[in-house]
T-cell receptor, first 113, second 113 residues
Framework: GENVEQHPSTLSVQEGDSAVIKCTYSDSASNYFPWYKQELGKRPQLIIDIRSNVGEKKDQRIAVTLNKTAKHFSLHITETQPEDSAVYFCAASMPGGSYIPTFGRGTSLIVHP | DAGVIQSPRHEVTEMGQEVTLRCKPISGHNSLFWYRQTMMRGLELLIYFNNNVPIDDSGMPEDRFSAKMPNASFSTLKIQPSEPRDSAVYFC???????????FGQGTRLTVV
């Protein structure tokens, strides 16, 4: 089955800096790559996603890039704010009835004011 | 819609007792997932239902774990007998056929003492 590796496990930045989280996946059949944000004590929620036919997608301060050849994708957060502090999960999934996401281990992002 | 609803939010039980976690997916969603979240293992997929039928239960750790989905609006995850190592947050998530976003419930924090 699919295996997703995520790095780093923790990331500490100053407010206003950029943050980058990287993930690799193993199954070339995966074609959907969502990113979830989980605030302390809350549920994971989708923040951005990308499909395999696109190399990059942006939504305000958040962007995701995908390299299908190398089987890796990244989350970029610019102008970080304290409220960006959370655990971020990448996931990979493939078509076939429903998209079952396989999650990375998560990155704990801490943004210092 | 109120989203995915899980109960109870917190459960503390003694080792050896039976534990039942409940989930009500979003109306109209036909895929349901049970995940377990721990610091050591991150988000692990336990079982996936499509149209109330278990499709993939390879993530269920052992025979002490069982899951059912008697109808489109209700699922249970049962642990019998429970052990301290089962302590974790258990999430239920649902999605609709062909749609890619998984919507998570608030989770059940299980503590087995």
């Amino acid at each position: 089955g699919e295996n997703v590796e995520q790095h780093p496990s923790t990331l500490s930045v100053q407010e206003g800096d950029s943050a980058v989280i990287k993930c690799t996946y193993s199954d070339s059949a995966s074609n959907y790559f969502p990113w979830y944000k989980q605030e302390l004590g809350k549920r994971p929620q989708l923040i951005i996603d990308i499909r395999s036919n696109v190399g990059e997608k942006k939504d305000q301060r958040i962007a995701v890039t995908l390299n299908k050849t190398a089987k890796h994708f990244s989350l970029h957060i610019t102008e970080t704010q304290p409220e960006d502090s959370a655990v971020y999960f990448c996931a990979a999934s493939m078509p076939g009835g429903s998209y079952i996401p396989t999650f990375g281990r998560g990155t704990s992002l801490i943004v210092h004011p | 819609d109120a989203g995915v609803i899980q109960s109870p939010r917190h459960e503390v039980t003694e080792m050896g007792q039976e534990v039942t976690l409940r989930c009500k997916p979003i109306s109209g969603h036909n895929s349901l997932f049970w995940y377990r979240q721990t610091m050591m293992r991150g988000l692990e997929l336990l079982i996936y239902f499509n149209n109330n039928v278990p499709i993939d239960d390879s993530g269920m750790p052992e025979d002490r774990f069982s899951a059912k989905m008697p109808n489109a609006s209700f699922s249970t995850l049962k642990i019998q007998p429970s052990e301290p190592r089962d302590s974790a947050v258990y999430f239920c998530a649902s999605s609709s056929q062909g749609n890619t976003e998984a919507f998570f419930g608030q989770g059940t924090r299980l503590t087995v003492v």
